[in-house]
């Protein structure tokens, strides 16, 4: 069975730029979030849809959005970019929404702003 | 908002030798979850802690999760050059209604053949 897919594998985008990052789930898993992953550090949350819904969001401003789509794929976006937005961006798909549901990553995207 | 600490930062040990990390939130844990990231890979889950005190084995692998549920470990006995990676752990908590994980700043484990 395919894993989580995310496309594309890499990007370099300039500071002002708009950039669109898209997401596959695991066959049979409704929800979907998006965490940047800082070189040396752990990933952190961004968002999670479930059944196009947002249910949750983390500490990052509004020039990032996403949204969720009937096949439960997803897309994120970053408006106005600015270099330190420079990360791996990793899409990971669950069976629910809820805690206690382990999370599958995909292999991310990585965003290079110049 | 929830923090997740983890040590130490760097790890490096001869092959045969026992490796440790730690965890440490500053909140109380609903559940704690281990990841392993190998280099220019993506995380990869190896397991869920649920319950107070709790100790789980994979292999050479052994995972605890405090009574307090605020802080956990991972020890692997007799490392492996397979064992090289950064090992996560992530907590969820607070009574939320979705999966947000709290990452810990990763140890990354070298191991010296």
């Known amino acids: 069975d395919a894993g989580v897919t995310q496309s594309p594998t890499h990007l370099i985008k300039t500071r002002g730029q708009h950039v669109t990052l898209r997401c596959s789930p695991i066959s049979g898993h409704k929800s979907v979030s998006w965490y940047q992953q800082v070189l040396g550090q752990g990933p952190q949350f961004i968002f999670q849809y479930y059944e196009k819904e947002e249910r949750g969001r983390g500490n990052f401003p509004d020039r990032f959005s996403a949204r969720q789509f009937p096949n439960y794929s997803s897309e994120l976006n970053v408006n106005a970019l600015l270099l330190g937005d420079s990360a791996l961006y990793l899409c990971?798909?669950?069976?629910?929404?809820?805690?206690?549901?382990?999370?599958?990553f995909g292999d991310g995207t990585r965003l290079s702003i110049l | 908002g929830q923090q997740v600490m983890q040590i130490p930062q760097y790890q490096h040990v001869q092959e045969g030798e026992d490796f440790t990390t730690y965890c440490n939130s500053s909140?109380?844990?609903?559940?704690i979850q281990w990841y392993k990231q190998r280099p220019g890979g993506h995380p990869v889950f190896l397991i869920q802690l649920v319950k107070s005190g709790e100790v789980k084995k994979q292999k050479r692998l052994t995972f605890q999760f405090g009574e307090a549920k605020k802080n956990s470990s991972l020890h692997i006995t007799a490392t492996q050059t397979t064992d090289v990676g950064t090992y996560f752990c992530a907590g969820q908590g607070g009574g939320t209604s979705y999966g947000k994980l709290t990452f810990g700043q990763g140890t990354i484990l070298t191991v010296h053949p």
């Open positions: 909140t109380t844990l609903s559940n």
């Open positions: 990971a798909s669950s069976l629910g929404p809820g805690e206690y549901q382990p999370q599958h």
